[in-house]
């Protein structure tokens, strides 16, 4: 059973950096559009980042662009989001989420969810 799980949460200063992972199991998502999306409490999940499945080809947020990158390493059947320049607004519980639709763009249909991890950036 393919099963997503995401690791490196916690609690930041603004300004400071974390790096999610998103670990693969199950099957390989070497052929998959992964993504990362982020839902502040109160709010609807939203799109963060999204990589095409050989890492070519990215997609941001306009609220994240320039201080977050997403990676992914096939070998490892991981994905990465850098954070970088934190902010408050950063604060959420950060989804990953694979994707057998080759598109990028924010409402996609993805077919697999991981359980999520907590973001916290405090002023």
């Known amino acids: 059973q393919a099963r997503l799980v995401e690791s490196g949460g916690g609690l930041v200063q603004a300004g400071g950096s974390l790096r999610l992972s998103c670990a693969a199991s199950?099957?390989?998502?070497?052929?998959?559009?992964m993504g990362w999306f982020r839902q502040a409490p109160g709010k609807e999940r939203r799109f963060v980042a999204a990589i095409s499945w050989g890492g070519g080809s990215t997609n941001y947020a306009n609220s994240v662009k320039g201080r977050f990158t997403i990676s992914r390493d096939n070998a490892k059947n991981t994905v990465y989001l850098q954070m970088n320049s934190l902010i408050p607004e950063d604060t959420a519980v950060y989804y990953c989420?694979?994707?057998?639709?080759?598109?990028?763009?924010?409402?996609?249909?993805?077919?697999?969810w991981g359980p999520g991890t907590q973001v916290t950036v405090s002023s």
């Open positions: 199950g099957q390989t998502f070497s052929n998959y559009t």
């Open positions: 989420a694979g994707s057998v639709v080759g598109c990028l763009v924010p409402g996609c249909d993805y077919n697999y």
